[in-house]
């Protein structure tokens, strides 16, 4: 356990690392390309649409599973998690080992393709 630990330490320090690094190219050359894999399922604009996953607009700060209209699993609604940088970086790293029986597919292991879509989002959420 102790090790594990560690590690997620160790990613999120990373991710915030990159995060720190990431705004400048979230300004300037819009969507990472860590996120195309994550569009085919998510908007990120205000008011877009619910597809196969939930509109990520404003995510950051909101409770799990809290977007109107989505039927979600059973398993994020139960959650109880909030999501902020630390909670969506793990979550985004993989998903089924933070929230057990979650219907989210993709993970993306390298930390700073995941700072990268963070400061994404976050930026997105900005506008
Ligand atoms: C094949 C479709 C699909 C893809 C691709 C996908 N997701 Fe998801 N995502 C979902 C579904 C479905 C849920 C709801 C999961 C649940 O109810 O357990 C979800 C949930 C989420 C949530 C939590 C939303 C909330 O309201 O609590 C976040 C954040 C998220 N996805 C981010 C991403 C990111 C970032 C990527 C790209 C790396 C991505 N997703 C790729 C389908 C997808």
Redesign the pocket.
Same mark, same amino acid.
């Given at each position: 356990m102790k090790l594990v630990a560690g590690v997620a330490t160790g990613a999120v320090a990373l991710a915030a690392l990159g995060a720190a690094l990431a705004p400048s190219f979230a300004q300037t050359s819009g969507a990472p390309a860590? $996120?195309a894999?994550?569009r085919?399922?998510?908007t990120t604009n205000k008011g877009g649409k619910n597809g196969?996953?939930?509109n990520?607009y404003g995510?950051i700060g909101?409770p799990?599973?809290?977007?109107p209209g989505?039927s979600?699993?059973a398993?994020?609604k139960g959650s109880k998690l909030k999501?902020d940088e630390k909670t969506?970086d793990a $979550?985004?790293a993989n998903p089924s080992k933070k929230?057990p029986g979650?219907?989210?597919?993709?993970g993306?292991p390298d930390p700073a393709k995941r700072a990268a879509?963070i400061a994404y989002l976050k930026a997105e959420s900005a506008k």
């Amino acid at each position: 356990m102790k090790l594990v630990a560690g590690v997620a330490t160790g990613a999120v320090a990373l991710a915030a690392l990159g995060a720190a690094l990431a705004p400048s190219f979230a300004q300037t050359s819009g969507a990472p390309a860590a $996120f195309a894999a994550c569009r085919a399922c998510h908007t990120t604009n205000k008011g877009g649409k619910n597809g196969l996953g939930p509109n990520l607009y404003g995510i950051i700060g909101k409770p799990a599973a809290a977007v109107p209209g989505v039927s979600y699993s059973a398993a994020l609604k139960g959650s109880k998690l909030k999501w902020d940088e630390k909670t969506l970086d793990a $979550f985004l790293a993989n998903p089924s080992k933070k929230v057990p029986g979650t219907r989210m597919p993709i993970g993306t292991p390298d930390p700073a393709k995941r700072a990268a879509i963070i400061a994404y989002l976050k930026a997105e959420s900005a506008k």
